[in-house]
């Protein structure tokens, strides 16, 4: 088990940029996670953003957001990271961090993978 928190979201204008941080605790060694985060915006389900391997080299990204969102991790610090510039108001949400230890390379964007997971922070995005 792993105890996830997150933290640095807030209100933006479009165009905007935010950094969200997830501070992890756990017995287990935090570079032995595969870490995600997700989003889950009003009437929609939880959709998947970025995802950063154990090794911190292996990343994946959404579509929506490539280009735009960085996903990055520092295993000294039980920390991982989620940077995002030119934000859309479609970017609005509740965002997730989530961390698996079990999770294959090719799994990595579903969330059914992640057995971990923080209380969330909101992001909006006002047009």
Sequence with gaps: QVQLV???GGLVQ???SLRLSCA???ERRFST???AWFRLAPGKEREFAAAIRYNGVTTR?????????TISRDNAKNMVYLQMNNLKPE???VYYCAASST???SAM???????????GTQVTVSS
Excluded at 61 to 69: C, E, I, T
Excluded at 109 to 119: E, L, R, V
């Design 91 to 93: 970017d609005t949400g």
């Design 33 to 35: 996670y595969t870490m």
């Design 103 to 105: 999770v294959i390379l």
């Design 61 to 69: 990204y959404a579509d929506s957001v490539k280009g735009r969102f």
């Design 14 to 16: 479009a165009g905007g």
């Design 109 to 119: 964007t579903a969330p059914s993978q992640y057995g971990n997971w923080g209380q």
């Design 6 to 8: 997150e933290s640095g």
């Design 24 to 26: 992890a605790s756990s």
